[in-house]
């Protein structure tokens, strides 16, 4: 480096992922394929929904020191085969936590998270306002991997 000058001189490869970090900032080359780092996978299982749900919140938490990814979906029951309704990729910030609120339309759902961290806990509840609905919480000891 000269003075506030980066030079960078890279190749781009195929089916590999480079992340460089400089000041909190990540710079990201390479194939985009985040799946394959996400090993830690999470399902709630079937669940019905209660009479009065209004959303489903699903909260994830970093107890790690490092920043950390998670991609949150939720799948319809209703139909079969399933189908997926919802899917987000979220980055979690050490020390920090996330959510994400969606509205069923349907009696049946599955919440999946799939996550690049043992450190990163899962929360997930169906709601009523403000209100966790009974049945329709889970919380992250109770979550199936698979």
């Known amino acids: 480096m000269t ?5 960078l ?5 195929t089916k590999i992922t480079i992340y460089e970090y400089y000041s909190n900032v990540i710079i990201y080359w390479g194939d985009g394929n985040m799946s394959s780092r996400l090993k830690y996978k999470y399902t709630t299982g079937p669940i019905s929904v209660s009479e009065n ?4 919140r699903v909260l994830l938490l970093n107890n790690g020191s490092k920043e950390h990814f998670a991609k949150v979906k939720i799948l319809n029951l209703d139909q079969t085969p399933k189908t997926q309704v919802f899917s987000e990729l979220f980055t979690i910030c050490p020390d ?4 994400t609120e969606f509205i069923p339309s ?8 799939l996550t690049d961290s043992p450190h990163v806990y899962i929360w997930v509840g169906g709601r009523s ?7 329709n919480t889970v919380l992250h ?3 199936i991997s698979f």
């Open 9 to 13: 001189s890279f190749k781009m490869y």
């Open 96 to 99: 920090s936590e996330t959510k």
């Open 106 to 113: 349907f009696n049946a759902f599955e919440v999946q998270v």
């Open 141 to 143: 000891k109770e979550l």
């Open 53 to 56: 749900i209004d959303n489903i």
């Open 3 to 7: 003075g506030d000058k980066a030079y």
């Open 129 to 135: 306002g403000n209100e966790n609905l009974v049945g």
